[in-house]
């Protein structure tokens, strides 16, 4: 099965995000496909460089990262959500010109016809709302 | 991009105008699956019809107004507006903009609108 994966809330502040994480982790091992992961509205905070969590924490952010690298994911995070919630990758920041950036390079930036299109291209479209 | 086959999406709006961003980003989202010609339903329920009002006044509290937005989904390919009913009597919300193309919807056909959809996203 190909899953697209919709991420709408922020780390902590609900238990969604962690959610879509384990079902990602999950849907990999079960060997099926994930088309991409679609960060947007508070979602867009799961791509952040710059969160640090308590040490005795699972560091979601990390796991985030890794698990794109581990298998090569198409992470997507909305450029329009995340430029108003203060998250910028070094070329929108420049862009913008601001002095920081503050977004793990594991995710890109783009709108969300890429929402769009992995809706059209994947079996599943799995929300894990805010 | 490939170019994406068409699916039909419904998009569940059942948030207050200016309360949150959802309103804002769900009718982004009705927009971009508009542009890429996607088959587009929106349902308005719940406080999600306090959008619909005629005569919003946002610029009060420096917001966009929302109303004028919606408008202008059908230049985009967004045509299929649909209002729950019971909703709007709960909210006793008996005139709705006139220039939004809507129609009213009971629980039985919104049940349906679900069940023809390939994808539900829900603001």
């Not at chain 1, 709408?8 to 879509?20: C, D, H, T, V």
């Amino acid at each position: 099965m190909v899953f697209s994966i919709l991420v709408l809330g922020a780390p902590f502040n609900s238990q969604s995000a962690y959610s879509a994480f384990r079902f990602v982790e999950a849907a990999l091992e079960s060997k099926h496909t994930i088309y991409r992961v679609f960060f947007y509205q508070d979602g867009i905070h799961n791509s952040s460089a710059i969160a640090t969590p308590p040490q005795d924490e699972f560091d979601l952010y990390q796991g985030w990262q890794d698990l794109q690298a581990g298998y090569s994911l198409d992470f997507v995070t909305c450029i329009a959500a995340a430029a108003r919630r203060g998250l910028l990758n070094e070329s929108e920041a420049k862009r913008h010109n601001k002095d920081n950036s503050n977004m793990a390079k594991q995710f890109d930036l783009s709108g969300l016809g890429q929402l769009v299109e992995a809706t059209a291209l994947s079996d599943q479209v799995i929300t894990f709302g805010q | 991009m490939n170019q994406p086959k068409t699916k039909k999406i419904l998009i569940v709006n059942q948030s207050a105008p200016y309360s949150s961003g959802n309103a804002k980003e769900s009718l982004d989202l009705a927009l971009a699956a508009g542009t890429f010609e996607q088959d587009v339903s929106i349902l308005f329920t719940g406080d999600a019809c306090y959008q619909l009002l005629a005569a919003q006044k946002p610029k009060e509290i420096d917001s966009k107004n929302l109303s004028q937005m919606l408008k202008v989904l059908p230049i985009y390919g967004v045509e299929s507006l649909f209002v729950d009913e019971q909703s709007l009597l709960n909210r006793n919300i008996r005139h709705i903009d006139n220039d939004l193309k809507i129609t009213k919807i009971s629980a039985s056909e919104s049940r349906e609108l679900f069940q023809s959809a390939a994808t539900v996203f829900r603001f």
